[in-house]
């Protein structure tokens, strides 16, 4: 009798792990650990509205549940987050694809887990109506203010070339986003590209005056959200990487079921007025995957850089144009179908 109990408990002992497995399985793997045997990490990411799925996480407590001991940490530009993930100061870090090329000049120990957002108007150009400025075409012989050697450079300057002006007719500006913002409203300069909530500045201080030029960042050049890491700390540590995209999955479900929360939370995080969140997130594509388009804006921004920033980049290479296996394959265990790379 004694003999038929401790049967009947090994089966069902079996049983209930072949069913925690199941439900690991259909889940794309099992948390990374569990107590005090949960690994650290350290991630930084943007602080903006771009950059929804990293925070979500945190403060609802998906790292945690996917048994990862998460430290987070932000910032406002995405070079300053690939400087710490190359410093070693983070194991994950939010940036842009552009941040990736640049890095590529230096060393290629840099892999891509996913990319996660893409403007589709969230990039805007603007002019200065009393300076003549409303179109692309007025931009010849202007001041129009970007960052230098980022995704906005590309796009003002495939802005001149499309309305026939050559790029040494405009007087480009090299200037961080906010400062290009108070140079435009200043009028120091007559033109300028950048994107919310430093658009709607702007046109408080100018009205009229501030006219919209262009935001069609997939007809010029937009960027991707990504999240990197190192590969030699991916090689070592698959297991971590998953769980964080699990996270960042189940962040991007909460999204999709509770834009409303959602809007609530980033208007705290990002200090913006509640009513203007819902108008920058429908100006931004969201989701997490992996896509060809991804390489080839890499590919086309190491040949890019080099030529209209000789300064930095003449005489330089990159020391790898293997783009395919900048990408980890973490995704597609996580989300198969997001996964769109051979």
Not at 99 to 111: G, P, Y
Not at 140 to 151: E, L
Not at 239 to 252: F, G, S, T, Y
Request: proline content about 5%.
């Amino acid at each position: 009798m004694k003999r038929t109990g401790l049967i009947i408990v090994a089966i069902v002992m079996v049983a209930t792990v072949v069913g925690v497995c199941v439900k690991m399985s259909r889940e794309g793997g099992s948390p990374a650990g569990t107590g005090s045997e949960m690994p650290k990490i350290r991630i930084i990411d943007g602080l903006s509205a771009n950059s929804p799925y990293v925070f979500l996480a945190d403060k609802m407590g998906f790292f945690k549940e996917q048994g990862l001991d998460a430290t987070v940490s932000y910032t406002a530009l995405g070079k300053l987050a690939m400087d710490a993930l190359n410093a070693g100061s983070v194991e994950y870090a939010g940036v842009v694809e552009m941040n990736v090329a640049h890095t590529l000049f230096k060393h290629k120990d840099v892999a891509v887990l996913c990319e996660y957002s893409e403007p589709t108007t969230g990039i805007k150009v603007l002019g200065r109506r009393d300076r003549g400025v409303e179109t692309a075409a007025d931009l010849r012989g202007k001041k129009v203010g970007v960052f230098y050697g980022v995704n906005i450079h590309i796009f003002i300057v495939k802005l001149i070339e499309e309305a026939g002006i050559p790029v040494n007719e405009v007087e480009l500006v090299n200037l961080k986003p906010p400062d290009s913002a108070a140079a435009f409203i200043s009028g120091s300069i007559d033109a300028v590209i950048t994107w919310e909530p430093i658009v709607s500045n702007i046109r408080q201080k100018l009205g009229e005056d501030a006219v919209l030029i262009t935001e069609d960042a997939r007809r010029y050049w937009p960027y991707k959200l990504i999240l990197a890491t190192k590969r030699s700390y991916l090689d070592g540590h698959g297991h971590e990487a998953k769980a964080v995209l699990r996270a960042l999955v189940m962040a991007e479900d909460f999204m999709e079921k509770h834009p409303e929360k959602v809007h609530e939370m980033l208007a705290e995080h990002l200090k913006l007025d509640r009513e203007k969140v819902p108008g920058i997130c429908e100006e931004i594509h969201y989701e997490i995957r992996i896509t060809p388009e991804l390489l080839d804006m890499i590919a086309f921004e190491t040949t890019w850089l080099p030529k209209h920033l000789p300064a930095f980049f003449e005489g330089k290479e990159p020391v790898t144009t293997d783009f395919e296996s900048l990408v980890g394959d973490e995704l597609k265990s996580v989300k198969p179908e997001a996964f769109a790379l051979p």
